[in-house]
């Protein structure tokens, strides 16, 4: 199973990653706030990823990584 | 030995820059620089790493400069007081990023596009800092077609060690006149230069070169590191020649063309009896105040010849702390003194206060 | 388990200082992979801009210069003059590259410069405050637009590489955007494509990059990439408009 971890508090809450998300498993938290004072971008179900790493690839701050 | 050729003092920058070390030019063409290029065109293809290029403007060929500056070499452009104002920033910026640097202005008359005959009506732009914000150059002004090599090697030497833009300013008539010098024929030593960006290799943390600084006190602290430095070459670097200054109750103060036309004056004065003598700035930043100051102690009247409408007299006149009177003799727009005139100020001046 | 995506070598650990959603973010991460790619960073030197991308020198691993509004290409031509076997780039927005130092670009261009040039193209002058850009589409409304681009009295906007691609000079000139993953991957190649050449001393290799500015376009980071796709996109058309390397390959 794909693993995607985020460095969290470079997070700017855009949103980028979640529109690119093909499983829709992403989601701005909005209870949650970073360092920066943004609502970090976080996986709701990590068993749906497939590793494709659209996210990382729309993301602007390099908040993701993703290992396959 | 040193070899002595027959010169045009515009060559003579080219061949003493090329014998410094300095391997890469950029210019742009204007009236009356354009043998300097012309030489650098014709000789640096033909030496190994030699780069001449023809911008597509002053900013162009400034920041060229700032981009070699960048990587430690020695470098330069040259052009007259028009293309010079065009250059500003770029020599702003270089000043701003601590980077040695060559900047020729030979002056033409101004302001505007003035005429192309010699001037010295760049020289506030020239001492006083050109661009924005605070910084200096050091300014050169060679009186010989010697002077114009020597100088052209010492601007690099200490443009290098103090880490900061050079300007050598001369005129027209100082950059067509032919005269016999001598080249040096060693290259110099050139300093370690650890932050100039040349690749990391890998081997070290990346080197910026930068002037800016958002951050208030940050660009504060650099600006008065840069004041310590400049108030070393103030110490250090101050440079002139005096002419029977030793009982002289008239000073002349002069510098480049002007300087050749007042010694003549002095001359004829001396044998009328009239005790004058010339301080002739080398340096203008640094600016001799000292030596002025020393004058206004024992000489009646300073006179300023310049070939403007009166800008070293200001320095003079700060120099002397106004103890005497600082007088001006000058032509402006392209026109040049007659030693006649220079006698007959000093004339005055020596009938005046009796 | 194998790492699929990270954060490449050539960016330092320094947070990137762009708005949400700024898609300069993902340009700067292209060019680091580039230079990973080609393993070239401790050769490279880039020159930072004017504008928003004026602190990209603290975010290159790579030695970096900043230089004057405008003036990267002709700081980037001594650059790679003083250091031939040295890779050279330049990071420049519209108002810098189009506008204020547009000399320097068609010059570098038609003199063949051995560099790489990354062109940000968002049609706006983001670091002030959004004023109107050479790049800003007709009937564009920015702080200095208000009433939206005029082209009978500002004029039209500038294509950058229809424009250098007239010249015999340059080696390859593409236009490529950022708004999707497909166009990121294809930014990608381009952007390589454009180091690669420099590697090769073919020289001067530009990329525009279609960009977007949330922030100053007044609109959600997403709703600004659709921008690109409907009003960008139609007026800068992507592709490649000059790449002598494919003319030869004929």
Redesign the interface.
Known sequence: MPKVTFDTDLCKGCGLCVSACPKQILVIARDKINKKGHSPAEMTDQSKCIGCAFCATMCPDCVITVEK | MAEKVLMKGNEAIAEAAIRAGCL?Y?GYPITPQTELAAYMAKRMPKIEGG?F?Q???E???I?????????G?R?MTSSSSPGVSLKQ??IS?IAG?DLPALIVNVQRGGPGLGGIQPSQSDYFQATKGGGHGDYHLIVLTPASVQEMADLTGLAFDLADKYRMPAMLLADGTMGQMMEPVELPDSAPEMIAKPWA???????RK???????YLVPEELEKTNFERYQRYAEVEKNEVRYEEYMMDDAEICVVAFGIAARVSRNAVVEARKQGIKAGLIRPITIWPFPKAAIAKAATHCKEIISVELSMGQMIEDIALASECKVPVTLCNRAGGMIPEPDQVFEAIKKAAGGNE | MAVVFEKPKALTDAPLHYCPGCTHGIIHRLVAQAIDELGIEGKTIGVAPVGCAVMAYNYFSCDMVEAAHGRAPAVATGLKRSLPENIIFTYQGDGDLASIGMAETVHSATRNENITVIFVNNAIYGMTGGQMAPTSLPGQVTQTSPYGRDVTTAGFPIRICELLSTLDGPEYIARVAVNNVKNVKQAQKAIKKAFENQVNNRGFSLVEVISSCPTNWGMTPDAALKWIDEKMIPYYPLGVYKDRSAKEGE
């Open positions: 890469h950029f780069v290029l911008a597509e403007s900013i162009a060929a920041n060229m400069v700032y981009g070699v500056a960048s990587t070499k470098v920033e770029g910026y990023a960006v040349t690749g990391t290799q890998m081997q990346h080197n910026i070169i930068n002037s800016l």
